[in-house]
């Protein structure tokens, strides 16, 4: 975690994180640091008390804060050392622990919330502080990785003053129906067809899969008549996730199928948006059959989308492959191997910043998690899935996620809540049509 042991004192140790190299996140490596410590030294523990029958544990305390770091050196031996009352709260912390824990002050815990889980031990007197001290203890690492992942366990602040993008949004339907009606009046069709591409895609991020099915014939119709196979590909593609979004799975699974077909030859080469809408729609087939209950026919489809997606080598494309893969294995009911299918889907939207795309394995991973029983991993998760999509204006599936989420907390326990969230989901499926 590059922090730096700074003294060695009998059988403690003092080290320092953010200095003498910096770090933003100090805090969170800090205590990830101190719980692998922990987790090491527990092992150990296990082996020595087995065959010695002799126990160890250690203790560990986290403060943060200001310090005045020095260094001191001469041709043999150099010191660095940090020095202040931030390093003299850290040791009260580690006296005041108990073997086998680690215990951070508010200081600490302020910059790493979220990213660990902690159990409040209340306000401690400190010998040689006038005031109490708020402790906290370090249970275990959190599932979040990201700022916008903490700020999302601690409650995304609702977006205000947006009046003038929401206007310029509504600026831009306006002027795609006023090119609609250009188009219409000219009879040119092939700005036309450009004009329901857009259409479709607006209204189906927007949740409207109904008019997103109408653009999509309309653009379909044309591609048809001008044989433009490129737009071909984009109708039959929005068609078919559309129609699956409406419940039309026989309708879509025909759509999309066709499409595959379509895109096949194209597939093998290194390309980019061929190999992209192949993978897409191989995978939505993939979902189609799951809920169809076809899944050795799913599982053919994944199997095509990832061998695609991995020999194009691009990351969204190996990233839907690889999630709508695991949506296959979680409808199986095989957890096991949707978990790694999914967290590798989502640890790809963050470190490639595919955020239009993370709400689904965000959800996906949740649900998978909260039905193997790991309450604590997955409710960040499933509340990450819809609080993102309602950040970013994605409606499409809002309705879905919102429902992972309702059976998140019916497998917690909270029944109450559950409802009312699965009554949400049913508002928002009947809204979103």
């Given at each position: 975690?590059?922090?730096?042991?700074?003294?060695?004192?009998?059988?403690?140790?003092?080290?320092?994180?953010g200095a003498p190299v910096?770090?933003?996140?100090?805090?969170?490596?800090?205590?990830?640091?101190?719980?692998?410590?922990?987790?090491?030294?527990?092992?150990?523990?296990?082996?020595?008390?087995?065959?010695?029958?002799?126990?160890?544990?250690?203790?560990?305390?986290?403060?943060?804060?200001?310090?005045?770091?020095?260094?001191?050196?001469?041709?043999?031996?150099?010191?660095?050392?940090?020095?202040?009352?931030?390093?003299?709260?850290?040791?009260?912390?580690?006296?005041?622990?108990?073997?086998?824990?680690?215990?951070?002050?508010?200081?600490?815990?302020?910059?790493?919330?979220?990213?660990?889980?902690?159990?409040?031990?209340?306000?401690?007197?400190?010998?040689?502080?006038?005031?109490?001290?708020?402790?906290?203890?370090?249970v275990r690492a959190g599932v979040v990785r990201s700022?916008?992942?903490?700020?999302?366990?601690?409650?995304?602040?609702?977006?205000?003053?947006?009046?003038?993008?929401?206007?310029?949004?509504?600026?831009?339907?306006?002027?795609?129906?006023?090119?609609?009606?250009?188009?219409?009046?000219?009879?040119?069709?092939?700005?036309?067809?450009?004009?329901?591409?857009?259409?479709?895609?607006?209204?189906?991020?927007?949740?409207?899969?109904?008019?997103?099915?109408?653009?999509?014939?309309?653009?379909?119709?044309?591609?048809?008549?001008?044989?433009?196979?490129?737009?071909?590909?984009?109708?039959?593609?929005?068609?078919?996730?559309?129609?699956?979004?409406?419940?039309?799975?026989?309708?879509?699974?025909?759509?999309?199928?066709?499409?595959?077909?379509?895109?096949?030859?194209?597939?093998?080469?290194?390309?980019?948006?061929?190999?992209?809408?192949?993978?897409?729609?191989?995978?939505?087939?993939?979902?189609?059959?799951?809920?169809?209950?076809?899944?050795?026919?799913?599982?053919?489809?994944?199997?095509?989308?990832?061998?695609?997606?991995?020999?194009?080598?691009?990351?969204?494309?190996?990233?839907?492959?690889?999630?709508?893969?695991?949506?296959?294995?979680?409808?199986?009911?095989?957890?096991?191997?949707?978990?790694?299918?999914?967290?590798?889907?989502?640890?790809?939207?963050?470190?490639?910043?595919?955020?239009?795309?993370?709400?689904?394995?965000?959800?996906?991973?949740?649900?998978?998690?909260?039905?193997?029983?790991?309450?604590?991993?997955?409710?960040?998760?499933?509340?990450?899935?819809?609080?993102?999509?309602?950040?970013?204006?994605?409606?499409?599936?809002?309705?879905?996620?919102?429902?992972?989420?309702?059976?998140?907390?019916?497998?917690?326990?909270?029944?109450?809540?559950?409802?009312?969230?699965?009554?949400?989901?049913?508002?928002?499926?009947?809204?979103?049509?």
């Amino acid at each position: 975690y590059e922090g730096t042991v700074n003294q060695v004192m009998g059988d403690g140790i003092m080290a320092l994180f953010g200095a003498p190299v910096a770090h933003e996140d100090h805090a969170v490596r800090a205590c990830h640091a101190a719980l692998r410590m922990q987790e090491t030294v527990g092992r150990y523990a296990d082996e020595l008390r087995r065959s010695q029958g002799i126990d160890v544990q250690i203790r560990v305390g986290l403060n943060s804060g200001e310090v005045v770091v020095r260094a001191i050196d001469s041709d043999l031996h150099m010191d660095y050392s940090a020095i202040g009352q931030t390093t003299h709260l850290a040791a009260r912390m580690e006296q005041l622990a108990r073997p086998g824990t680690a215990l951070m002050t508010k200081n600490t815990l302020r910059l790493a919330e979220g990213y660990v889980e902690v159990r409040p031990l209340g306000p401690v007197p400190v010998k040689g502080l006038a005031d109490t001290v708020e402790v906290f203890e370090i249970v275990r690492a959190g599932v979040v990785r990201s700022r916008l992942q903490a700020a999302a366990v601690r409650g995304l602040t609702p977006f205000v003053g947006r009046d003038g993008e929401l206007g310029r949004l509504r600026e831009v339907l306006q002027l795609s129906k006023e090119a609609e009606e250009f188009g219409a009046e000219l009879g040119d069709e092939s700005r036309l067809a450009r004009v329901y591409s857009y259409l479709v895609n607006y209204h189906y991020l927007n949740g409207q899969p109904d008019l997103a099915i109408d653009y999509g014939e309309r653009c379909l119709r044309i591609a048809d008549a001008t044989q433009d196979l490129a737009l071909q590909a984009l109708a039959r593609g929005y068609l078919g996730l559309s129609c699956h979004a409406q419940g039309q799975y026989r309708r879509a699974e025909l759509i999309l199928r066709q499409n595959v077909e379509a895109l096949a030859p194209a597939r093998g080469t290194a390309a980019d948006q061929s190999a992209i809408s192949f993978v897409t729609s191989s995978g939505w087939l993939a979902f189609t059959l799951a809920e169809l209950g076809d899944f050795h026919g799913a599982d053919a489809c994944v199997d095509q989308a990832l061998r695609v997606a991995d020999g194009a080598g691009h990351v969204y494309g190996q990233t839907i492959a690889r999630t709508l893969a695991g949506l296959v294995w979680l409808r199986r009911g095989h957890l096991d191997r949707a978990l790694g299918l999914l967290q590798s889907s989502l640890d790809a939207c963050r470190e490639k910043h595919l955020d239009v795309w993370r709400p689904l394995p965000s959800s996906l991973l949740g649900l998978t998690l909260a039905l193997s029983g790991r309450l604590d991993e997955a409710m960040p998760l499933l509340r990450d899935g819809v609080h993102l999509s309602e950040v970013l204006g994605v409606n499409a599936y809002l309705a879905l996620w919102t429902l992972h989420w309702a059976e998140g907390l019916m497998v917690a326990g909270e029944d109450e809540r559950a409802r009312e969230m699965a009554r949400h989901a049913l508002d928002l499926a009947g809204s979103h049509k």
